[in-house]
């Protein structure tokens, strides 16, 4: 199974920027698939969760600002970021939960990070 993500890029202050991450492989099913994102020096953190269902889950510091959003047809989470502010400039990690064809259970596979630069 690969995670492979794109759409990063430099952008200044109040721009915008749109994040996808497709999963490709031998996947029977996904579950829950989101964003992380780690900026220097700093911890990883969740940014942005959503079910298959469609129920998501928001970091408070992004809420309103960012959206996520996922083609389950096409295995792809997307994030939407709009008003960004310098101290979103991290590295961006998608992950998904996924259980493999002819596999119990599932398990988490990531993505190569994404650079987001955001200038004031």
């Known amino acids: 199974v690969q995670l492979q993500a794109s759409g990063g890029g430099s952008v200044q202050a109040g721009g915008s920027l749109r994040l996808s991450c497709a999963a490709s492989?031998?996947?029977?099913?996904?579950?829950?698939m989101g964003w992380y994102r780690q900026a220097p020096g700093k911890q990883r953190v969740l940014v942005a969760a959503?079910?298959?269902?469609?129920?998501?889950t928001y970091a408070e510091s992004v809420k309103g600002r960012f959206t996520i959003s996922r083609e389950n047809a096409k295995n792809t989470v997307y994030l939407q970021m709009n008003n960004l502010r310098p101290e979103d400039t991290a590295v961006y990690y998608c992950y998904a939960d996924i259980r493999l064809l002819g596999i119990r259970g599932s398990q988490l596979y990531w993505g190569l990070g994404t650079l987001v630069t955001v200038s004031s």
């Open positions: 959503i079910t298959s269902g469609g129920s998501t």
């Open positions: 492989g031998s996947i029977f099913s996904i579950n829950d």
